[in-house]
């Protein structure tokens, strides 16, 4: 079984900086991309960023220089740093990996359940 877990969500102000964390355990063989992905409340989810197990990365135009994510293979780990955060960041960020488990033939996608970030003054 394969599990992700997120870490680093609360309340920041407008202007303020918070890092996610995503640790991927398991029966795990290998990791192809990972990303965050958003849901605010009443939208649909969204992607935020994503990264190949090479380091290429994508952004949404929305978050483009201002988050940051980068992952560290040696730890299955990824991370998106935040930064200049708007109230229009508030949402549940969720952790997105493409994950080949040891026992499975191909990879599949596997979810984190969710990490709240508040942008308020």
């Known amino acids: 079984q394969v599990q992700l877990v997120e870490s680093g969500g609360g309340l920041v102000q407008p202007g303020g900086s918070l890092t996610l964390s995503c640790a991927a355990s398991?029966?795990?063989?290998?990791?192809?991309?990972m990303g965050w992905y958003r849901q605010a409340l009443g939208q649909e989810r969204e992607l935020v960023a994503a990264?190949?197990?090479?380091?290429?990365?994508i952004y949404a135009d929305s978050v483009k220089g201002r988050f940051t994510i980068s992952r560290d293979n040696a730890k299955n780990t990824v991370y998106l740093q935040m930064k200049s955060l708007k109230p229009e960041d508030t949402a549940t960020y969720y952790c997105?990996?493409?994950?080949?488990?040891?026992?499975?033939?191909?990879?599949?996608?596997?979810w984190g359940q969710g990490t709240q970030v508040i942008v308020s003054s």
């Open positions: 990264i190949t197990s090479g380091g290429t990365t």
């Open positions: 997105q990996a493409n994950v080949r488990a040891s026992w499975a033939l191909r990879a599949y996608d596997y």
């Open positions: 398991g029966s795990i063989f290998s990791i192809n991309a």
